[in-house]
T-cell receptor
Framework: KAGVTQTPRYLIKTRGQQVTLSCSPI?????VSWYQQTPGQGLQFLFE???????NKGNFPGRFSGRQFSNSRSEMNVSTLELGDSALYLC???????????FGEGSRLTVL | AQSVTQPDIHITVSEGASLELRCNYS??????LFWYVQSPGQGLQLLLK??????LVQGIKGFEAEFKRSQSSFNLRKPSVHWSDAAEYFC?????????FGAGTRLTVKP
């Protein structure tokens, strides 16, 4: 079974731009969660989607948004990028809500 | 407030020595408990989990963890560390569909 796939793996943007990250969950998993990981803040929860509905949202500004499609694939978007948005963005899928998470390798975003 | 704490930011052990990584949680009820490992540049991989039942849980790569309700702890152990165990380890808890991660413990293994 293929694991969680995140694209792109690496990207560089400049301040003010926007970025879209993609996540393909493990086949059959309907829950997708997103996390931001930085050296200073650790792992911070962004949001969770289940069957195309956002179930839970972390404490991030409205510049961070996401969605889930009918095939469970998910995207997250960050608009008006700031330097502090530089981070590793991790996607995780789960067969159930708040169950065991299976992580992708992440998308490393650098904002210049 | 609900929280999960990993008191040790960085631990160094010699190869072949035993290891214990600490995790404490602050919740009114017993949450589901997990340990994940992250190698450099990689995502997180589940080592083991506790939902209920036997309080000593066996995981992958020779790791085990013991749930102690009285201490609100779920410490990770390994009897003999290998150089490939060098990584960052995260404790995580789930209660009421809310998953939270500890800050992580970075493990360095000395030859």
């Amino acid at each position: 079974k293929a694991g969680v796939t995140q694209t792109p793996r690496y990207l560089i943007k400049t301040r003010g731009q926007q970025v879209t990250l993609s996540c393909s969950p493990i086949s059959g998993h309907r829950s997708v969660s997103w996390y931001q990981q930085t050296p200073g803040q650790g792992l911070q929860f962004l949001f969770e989607y289940f069957s195309e509905t956002q179930r839970n949202k972390g404490n991030f500004p409205g510049r961070f948004s996401g969605r889930q499609f009918s095939n469970s694939r998910s995207e997250m978007n960050v608009s008006t990028l700031e330097l502090g948005d530089s981070a590793l963005y991790l996607c995780a899928s789960s067969p159930a809500v708040a169950g065991e998470l299976f992580f992708g390798e992440g998308s490393r975003l650098t904002v210049l | 407030a609900q929280s999960v704490t990993q008191p040790d930011i960085h631990i160094t052990v010699s190869e072949g020595a035993s290891l214990e990584l600490r995790c404490n949680y602050s919740y009114g009820a017993t949450p589901y408990l997990f340990w994940y490992v992250q190698s450099p540049g990689q995502g997180l991989q589940l080592l083991l989990k506790y939902f209920s039942g036997d309080t000593l849980v066996q995981g992958i790569k020779g790791f085990e963890a013991e749930f102690k309700r009285s201490q609100s702890s779920f410490n990770l152990r390994k009897p003999s560390v290998h150089w490939s165990d060098a990584a960052e380890y995260f404790c995580a808890v789930v209660l009421d569909n809310d998953m939270r991660f500890g800050a992580g413990t970075r493990l360095t293994v000395k030859p």
